[in-house]
């Protein structure tokens, strides 16, 4: 849509002045809280209850750091031996998961001075940090490899192709998902590394992917926090704390066909390549109308606060949008998607630089949690890919769908015991 | 032009100091003494005038040596020598103001305490007594006796097989002859690969016979297999070549006098066998080892074989320990060789290592660990 887009930014220059007035009032605000922020020290015993009803790491207010990695099983038995292999995997998982959350190590010898260490030790002694650490299964565990695929939920859906997306097989998919979440990277890492190493022989890590600065806020008391394109992301999103919206758009309820997934939720992964050295050269007042929000205040176009409800009908004195109509923000409302809603737990990455360019690699990882993605993240997605003006920026590259059973209830249980069992 | 230099020096000392605090502090936590439970610590103090043991004798048994250097620039590490020469521990890059550890358990001996470019480099240890006998029941004990017999033959027996195939290679190097010697490399790097973690158990002799461009500081000093490849696949020519050929034999010819006195302890075929396998993962899967030649394969055939007749020798015992460990890594063991498979010609040759892809590769290193994984828990359970 070349036409479309050079008229949005011949009218946009016009208004430039004013707009750029607006923002930078704004700036001075936001340095003050990014501050404050980041300095926070975290306490020793900052804990995420691990057994419970639903998984942590989806309510969890999103800490600074994501470490997330798929696995592919290996197994080559029959579908009840490679049942066996893995419930047996995600038995120790289960329990390593556990103690990881506790602050403590991974269990078994760690100590015996001819053996290899059970714990590869660079999280000893740390805080957990907020650690969370989410399961998730993907489709391509319902193949013929462990006979179970009538239990499949109907939600767990290949997602369909989603233009303009240019998916990397060797980012994408997995028949496993950890998600681990902390404020510390390195407890974040150890976690995916140490399941890894558990797992060797059963499991080989597909892909992985670190994450930082948790892009996307979804707890009323964080600050939004900002993507890697310097806007305020989250702002609309659903707060973990807010019980009935969890209930009505995130948790698997009796509506599922599938009981083992009751209190749980699906997981829609993508990495967003951002093309970074170009946004950049964009000016001001044309970023802000690709996302529909002033950059500094993150106030919608139409409003002058941050939580001001953009008013998507307004119009400019030439009796244009004010919010344009490509804006990411319009695309991606609630009101104008038939009142959907997902849970986003996005971070940014940076994985150096694309050597065949030698610009920075470097984007969001996009996470969202919903109860079916079928009616949430696909329809979402179709209408952001057909006409989001942010398209122009970035390239959905890597891709990942898994179903994240509810929590374990307690030591005695493991991971998709339901589907498994 | 002069002035930022002592700065920067004084900058990263400075630092360095920061770092042996750290790790100081670390060593001192509850756990790691918890960890030395049982142990005879013993400090070495790196100075330039030579190391200073306390104590310098222990009885037999597990002991942990703590190395410090406080101020030493021309020391960085201090080895532990049995009277063979072999290195047993060491701890190396200890810069002023760092420390380090290692852990081993010690027979009755005279051991030598060597700290390379020290006034005095030499210090005597002395092991007395010996270990408290370990609660191992009698059969396993036999069964662990003949595992360490039966690898000493393994070794020497192997090494006697290596001798007149490097010679064979090296009589081609010495004609000039480039299409033999190419033809004769990988089947004479076999034997060594196979008892690679004894060769390197002597000191030099394993960088003089089988360093890579990249481990040697003055190229001009490089010897051994890899320096007669570059000369056979990149170079083209064997143009002075003669000399690296017969110091190759001389090399060879000192690893099997070597290897005829030296014995092993279970431990250490269980490990060498761990290290076979990261030999594979780390210079064989990778291509860096026979860069010129592409004849990795044939290496990590080697490799894997050596690390299984280890293994092989230790299984009586270990299905009396443990069973399930036992059959488990037998079975990781097979599948590693059957991975190989698909690669070779026929007995020994294999595939161009160039024409294997990424991902290929990539299946071949996972096998690898998934078989290195629990073969790594084997030295813990024949450790008396």
């Known amino acids: ?421 | 032009m002069s002035r930022p230099v002592p700065t920067r020096a004084l900058r990263a000392a400075a630092l360095l100091a920061v770092a042996g605090l750290v790790i100081t502090g670390c060593s001192k936590s509850k756990d790691d003494a918890a960890s030395a439970k049982g142990a005879t610590k013993v400090k070495i103090e790196i100075t330039d005038d030579g190391c200073k043991t306390t104590p310098s004798s222990i009885s037999a048994g597990a002991a942990t040596f703590e190395v410090t250097n406080t101020s030493a620039s021309k020391v960085t590490e201090a080895e532990l020598l049995q009277k063979s020469g072999e290195i047993v521990g060491e701890k190396e890059n200890l810069t002023p103001g760092l420390s380090g550890t290692f852990s081993l358990r010690l027979e009755a001996g005279s051991y030598t305490v060597y700290c390379p470019n020290a006034k005095t480099e030499k210090a005597t240890f002395t092991v007395t007594g010996s270990a408290a006998a370990p609660s191992q029941d009698p059969a396993v004990k036999t069964a662990l006796d003949q595992a360490v017999s039966g690898y000493k033959q393994y070794v020497i027996a192997e090494v006697d097989k290596l001798v007149p195939a490097t010679k064979q290679f090296t009589d081609a190097v010495r004609a000039g002859d480039i299409p033999g010697a190419q033809a004769a490399y990988a089947p004479a790097r076999y034997y060594y690969e196979e008892v690679e973690p004894v060769a390197e158990s002597f000191g030099d002799l394993d960088p003089d016979i089988d360093a890579r461009l990249d481990d040697v500081e003055d190229p001009s000093q490089w010897t051994g297999f890899h320096r007669l490849e570059k000369a056979l696949w990149a170079d083209k020519s064997l143009a002075g070549m003669s000399p690296i050929a017969d110091k190759l034999d001389t090399d060879v010819a000192k690893l099997k006098s070597l290897v005829a006195t030296t014995d092993y302890q279970p431990a250490q075929l269980a490990n060498g066998a761990t290290e076979l396998l990261n030999e594979v993962a780390s210079s064989k899967i990778t291509g860096e080892e026979d860069r010129y030649s592409h004849t990795d394969l044939s290496d990590f055939q080697a490799n894997v074989a050596g690390g299984q007749k280890a293994f092989q020798l230790l299984v009586p015992a270990l299905q009396k320990i443990d069973p399930q460990l036992a059959s488990q890594v037998t079975q990781e063991f097979t599948d590693v060789l059957d991975a190989l498979k698909p690669y070779q010609h026929s007995a020994g040759v294999f595939v161009d290592y160039s024409t294997v892809s990424d991902d290929q590769r990539r299946v071949l290193t996972q096998k690898v660990d998934a078989l290195a994984e629990p073969l790594s828990q084997v030295a813990a359970k024949v450790t008396g």
């Open chain 1, 1 to 421: 849509m070349p036409e479309l887009r050079a008229s949005r930014r011949g009218l946009l220059a016009l208004g430039g002045a004013a707009v750029a007035g607006a923002a930078a009032s704004g700036a001075l605000a936001g340095c003050d809280g990014d501050g404050n922020g980041s300095k926070a020290a975290t306490p020793v015993d900052a804990k995420v209850p691990f057994y419970g009803a639903h998984q942590a790491g989806i309510a969890t207010a999103a800490p600074a750091r994501l470490a997330f990695a798929t696995y592919d099983l290996t197994v080559s038995g029959s579908p009840e031996e490679n049942r066996a292999a893995l419930r047996e995997l995600l038995q120790t998982w289960t329990a390593a998961a556990a103690a990881m959350t506790e602050g403590k190590q991974v269990p078994g010898d760690s100590t015996t001075l001819v053996a290899p260490p059970a714990d590869t030790g660079e999280a000893y002694g740390a805080s957990p940090a907020n650690l969370t650490i989410t399961f998730g299964v993907g489709p391509s565990l319902f193949d013929d490899r462990f006979g179970l695929a009538a239990k499949r939920p109907a939600a767990l859906a290949d997602l369909p192709k989603l233009p303009p997306e240019n998916l990397d097989p060797s980012r994408s998919g997995g028949d496993l998902a950890i998600q681990a979440c902390s404020d510390d990277p390195v407890v974040a890492f150890h976690a995916i590394r140490n399941l890894a190493r558990l797992g060797r022989g059963t499991v080989v890590m597909r892909w992985s992917q670190l994450g930082f600065g948790k892009a996307t806020s979804n707890g009323s008391a964080q600050e939004t926090p900002r993507n890697l394109m310097g806007f305020k992301d989250g702002t609309r999103n659903i707060d973990g704390t807010d019980a009935q919206r969890m209930d009505q758009y995130v948790w698997v309820g009796n509506e599922t066909d599938q009981a083992w997934m009751r209190g749980g939720s699906y997981l829609v992964a993508r990495r967003i390549a951002m093309r970074i050295e170009a946004w950049d050269r964009d000016f001001l007042a044309d970023q802000q109308h690709v996302f529909g929000r002033y950059k500094y205040s993150g106030a919608p176009l139409t409003g002058s606060k941050e939580f001001d409800t953009p008013d998507f009908g307004a119009k400019d004195s030439s009796g244009q949008p004010v919010i344009p109509v490509g804006a990411h923000i319009r695309l991606a409302a609630h009101e104008n998607n038939g009142g959907i809603r997902i849970l986003r737990r996005g971070y940014s990455y940076t994985d150096g630089i694309v050597s065949a360019s030698g610009e920075l690699d470097a984007g969001l990882f996009f996470i969202a949690f919903q109860k079916d993605p079928r009616k949430q993240f696909v329809p979402l997605q179709r209408s952001l890919g057909a006409h989001d003006a942010l398209n122009e920026y970035i390239q959905h590259v890597g891709s990942g769908l898994f179903a994240c059973p509810p929590a374990v209830s307690g030591p005695d249980r493991y991971w998709a015991q339901e589907l498994l069992g």
